[in-house]
């Protein structure tokens, strides 16, 4: 099992996938090297029981530039441990591991990462 967070990419451009969501007027990029887990439907577009939508009345989609308040960063490592470390004063969380197989293994997806009372949420509120 891998430990060292070492191998996430280091800056913004260096990850495959990106985007931002602006909530409330504050905006949050995200970046991953798995697209479905910034972008899965259940999560951000849908009103369903585990969506942020059910958290904050819009999700906007904006661009990832260098105006985003904070950074939500997501290394899927297959096999990997979770880690998770904060850069930037806490404006960048890096986590790092097997989200894929965690996003499956969980039995209530609101408190999956990006859930309605995931790590996500939780960010924002900070955010906020």
């Known amino acids: 099992m891998q430990r060292d967070m070492g191998n996430a990419p280091k800056a913004r451009a260096e990850w495959p996938y990106r985007r931002a969501v602006r909530v409330c007027g504050a905006t949050i990029g995200l ?3 798995n697209d479905s887990l910034i972008t899965d439907p259940q999560y951000f577009d849908s009103m369903i029981l585990q969506s942020l939508l059910t958290d904050f009345w819009r999700l906007e989609s904006v ?8 950074e939500f960063w997501v290394h899927d490592v297959p096999g990997a441990l979770l ?3 904060e850069e930037r004063e806490g404006r960048r969380l890096v986590l790092e591991g097997d989200f894929t197989r965690a996003e499956q293994a969980c039995s209530d997806n609101r408190y999956s990462l990006f859930g309605n009372i995931g790590l996500l949420f939780k960010y924002f509120l900070v955010v906020l």
Do not use: E, K, T
Request: net charge negative; aromatic share 14%; proline share 7%.
């Open 31 to 33: 970046a991953s090297n």
């Open 63 to 70: 661009p990832y530039d260098d105006g985003v308040d904070a």
């Open 83 to 85: 880690l998770f470390r």
